[in-house]
């Protein structure tokens, strides 16, 4: 992510405080006057305990049981066993040096029994107990030179130079891990290395004590001793901004209050990520005992102390013996934007291949954009991030994916995002939808929803994953736009269910290319379910449309425009294909998404073939069909019918009424089965699809029926003539309530009920 230089010696960044004393003094363990291996340095993060704190000692390895000896002959003043303090069993010695008493606690061993406070202890000589079983090092913890022989101080870091544990060298530099930019004080990320404002520098950084690599090992994954930052020009060639103290932000030679931890590391770091605010650091705290420079407040970089342009954040780490690690960053100061892109428009989700679905959009035209991103859920309601504005960048303008198996519907929509310092996504695009896999007979969703005012006053909709939902065989869907512009040719398809939605009056529902493509697809055999708004309206009212416009709305659907008066949210099925089907619309307290304010009636052309299937309560016209032009029309917008199940009946009805079989697919055809059966549906329980499998030894007309615990028949998936043979179905249950079910299968003189459960 970043050019790097190593430094030798960081000399010019040492803060100018030395170390508390100078006090030195042997190992620990075996043996005492050689360097040891060290695996947990001082103030590095622990959030091992009931609180996050700072690691107040030095860790040393040795093996369970392995005796543990005084570094300085003294004194015991406390102890305790693992008895009353478990794995932190201890033994603390004072030794009177200098003129001035000295602290250090011997921490995970089991004290020796022999001692008791009072008892004098000789170094290297007296065992002080034995490290704990399962523990493998012992925990030195060593504090400041005091006066008072019962005031212990504050802790010290016992690997400073000169000072502390001797001998001790220590030739591996520290590492450098990762920088990154966010908003100060927060989560937000500067994602584009702009900045602007208060602005958190985060690093993670690791001390090694040993070979290998940093991210792993007890020995290369502890925390720094001193680290800092400078800002530098773009070419590094001069320094712009230097913190106090020569840059220095944290230096580790006293250590401070616990309560500041998270101050000094992210809630992100553990005992083996070390992950440091830069920012948050002063520079002073650790040059004194004193609990004011004990203190780690909240701090950030102030991006506007600096012009806008490019620069280069020098991050450098150093250890306790001077061995160093330097990374440059480079990074904008910019303005703040907070203009997100426009919507993405979605231009198609296909079945494009076996077992591949790809979703394509037209590009966004924003001179900052930096990608996209990429959801899918399975219910229109959960989301799942598919892909990123890194996996499809600007120039993107489609995405497939393979080995999709599934036959159940599946939902995408999309995001635009810039590149601004804090990103800004773009509210989502429409939703659009597709039930792959599904042999047979296929139906195509036309999103013709272009209006900018109305009742709906969104920018983006779901009404095409809505109508999907209803679609019981394979569908795709497509913007009108791929359909003029030839992306999605609608000869692809058995019949295409064209969508306008709440279309005001006066945008254009079928333009000429759309007329033109439907006109064409018609004529060749197609079969169109349109529905919408104010479609007759715009095509054939008295004033305003073309000859043009009227010539198409009677060619397609051979019916002219009524009126808009029907005083009626109610429509009612005529004899005949919607016999028995009553459902209300266009009210939000019923659940429609917007209000329908004024919905077309329509009047048929006499002598074309065309008849009335649904009223108004009012008794005007709101649907009709043709049969010679194999065409119907609903002169209020798909979306708005209130429930579901009225949705998926009337949807179920259109597409047999064009010689679609959408409840069923028909297996083994080849060879008839010899007994009627009913098969538990799987899986079971199940959210939100399941799969239903039957089998027919004759013909028959058949049902298959959803039915609640109180025997309300809530679902019919199969109402028709089959012949015989084996047969499966899914049914998707979203909308419907956790709970038990029952579905019940009938056929000739057979019947059977099972037991299915929707787990929610």
């Not at 392995?66 to 009353?84: D, E, I, K, M, R």
């Not at 001069?238 to 840059?247: D, E, L, N």
Request: charged residues 15%; proline residues 5%.
């Amino acid at each position: 992510m970043s050019m790097k230089i190593i430094v030798p010696l960081l000399l010019m960044f040492v803060c100018c405080v030395t170390a508390q004393d100078t006090i030195t003094y042997q190992w620990p363990v075996t043996p005492f006057n050689a360097t040891q291996t060290i695996t947990g340095t001082f103030c590095e993060y622990r959030n091992t305990l009931s609180s996050n704190h700072f690691h107040n000692g030095t860790d040393i390895p040795k093996a369970d049981g392995s005796p543990v000896y005084p570094v300085l002959s003294g004194t015991v003043y406390s102890l305790g066993t693992s008895a009353t303090e478990g794995t932190s069993a201890y033994v603390r010695v004072k030794t009177f040096i200098a003129g001035q008493w000295k602290h250090i606690s011997y921490v995970h061993i089991e004290p020796n029994p022999a001692l008791s406070p009072g008892s004098n202890v000789t170094a290297g000589v007296t065992v002080l107990g034995n490290i704990l079983t399962g523990q493998g090092h012992t925990h030195l913890t060593e504090r400041q030179l005091v006066t008072s022989e019962n005031s212990s101080g504050v802790e010290i870091g016992a690997l400073r130079e000169p000072g502390g544990l001797t001998p001790y060298v220590d030739t591996y530099s520290p590492k450098i891990l990762w920088v990154k930019f966010f908003q100060d004080n927060s989560n937000v990320e500067f994602t584009t290395s702009k900045v602007y404002g208060n602005v958190d520098f985060i690093s993670q950084i690791v001390e090694r004590n040993g070979p290998g690599d940093p991210n792993t090992g007890s020995t290369t994954n502890n925390g720094i001793y001193h680290t800092g930052y400078k800002i530098y020009t773009a070419d590094k060639s001069a320094v712009v901004y230097t913190p106090p103290v020569s840059g220095t932000r944290f230096k580790f030679d006293y250590k401070p209050l616990d309560t500041y931890v998270n101050n000094v590391y992210t809630l992100q770091s553990d005992v083996s990520n070390h992950i440091y605010i830069l920012t948050n650091g002063v520079g002073g705290h650790g040059t004194s005992t004193s609990s004011a420079n004990r203190t780690v407040n909240n701090n950030y970089f102030q991006s506007t102390l600096l012009p806008k342009g490019n620069y280069q954040l020098m991050v450098f780490a150093q250890d306790t013996h001077g061995n160093a690690d330097t990374v440059f960053v480079p990074f904008e100061v910019s303005e703040q934007d907070v203009v997100a892109p426009v919507p993405p428009k979605l231009k198609a989700v296909l079945n494009d291949a076996d077992k591949q679905v790809t979703v394509s959009w037209y590009p966004n035209t924003e001179p900052d954009l930096l990608g996209y991103r990429l959801y899918s859920s399975v219910n229109g309601a959960t989301w799942t991030l598919q892909r990123n504005e890194s996996q499809l960048t600007r120039n993107t303008t489609s995405c497939s994916f393979t080995g999709i198996s599934t036959t159940t519907p599946v939902f995408f929509r999309l995001a635009a995002v810039d590149s601004a310092a804090i990103t800004n996504v773009s509210e989502f695009s429409d939703t659009y939808g597709l039930r792959p896999n599904v042999a047979g007979q296929k139906v195509l969703i036309v999103d013709a929803f272009d209006r900018t005012s109305g009742s709906y006053k969104k920018l983006q909709h779901n009404f095409a994953a809505i109508a999907g939902q209803s679609v019981n065989t394979r569908y795709e869907t497509a913007h009108n736009s791929a359909v003029v512009d030839g992306s999605v040719n609608l000869g692809n398809y058995d019949a295409v269910v064209w969508m306008f939605g709440d279309e005001d009056t006066t945008t254009k529902t079928f333009g000429p290319e759309e007329q033109a493509k439907a006109i064409a697809y018609l004529d060749s055999g197609g079969k169109i379910f349109a529905n919408g708004s104010n479609i007759a309206f715009d095509l054939d009212r008295p004033s305003g449309p073309s000859n043009e416009d009227r010539t198409f709305l009677y060619r397609a659907f051979k019916i002219a425009y009524g009126g808009n008066e029907t005083g009626s949210r109610q429509i009612n099925g005529s004899i005949g294909m919607l016999e028995g089907l009553s459902f209300s619309f266009g009210d939000t307290t019923q659940g429609s998404p917007y209000e329908v304010d004024s919905p077309d009636f329509i009047s048929l052309l006499t002598g074309t073939g065309s008849y009335s299937v649904a009223y108004y309560s009012s008794g005007m016209v709101a649907a009709a069909a043709n049969n010679d032009r194999n065409s119907f029309f609903l002169a209020i917008p798909f979306e708005t019918i209130h429930a579901k199940v009225h949705r998926d009946t009337l949807m179920k009805k259109i597409l047999n009424y064009f010689g679609l079989t959408t409840s069923v697919v028909r297996r083994n055809a080849t060879e008839a089965p010899t007994k009627f059966s009913l098969e538990q549906n799987y899986p079971n329980p199940f959210n939100p699809a399941t799969t239903i499998r039957f089998t027919l030894p004759v013909s028959g007309f058949t049902s298959l029926k959803i039915f609640d615990v109180l025997g309300k028949n809530v679902a019919t998936l199969v109402n028709e003539e089959l012949a015989p043979g084996s047969y499966s179905l899914q049914w998707n249950a979203t909308g419907f309530a956790s709970g038990l079910y029952f579905y019940r299968l009938e056929s000739n003189n057979y019947s059977m009920t099972k037991k299915l459960i929707v787990a929610k």
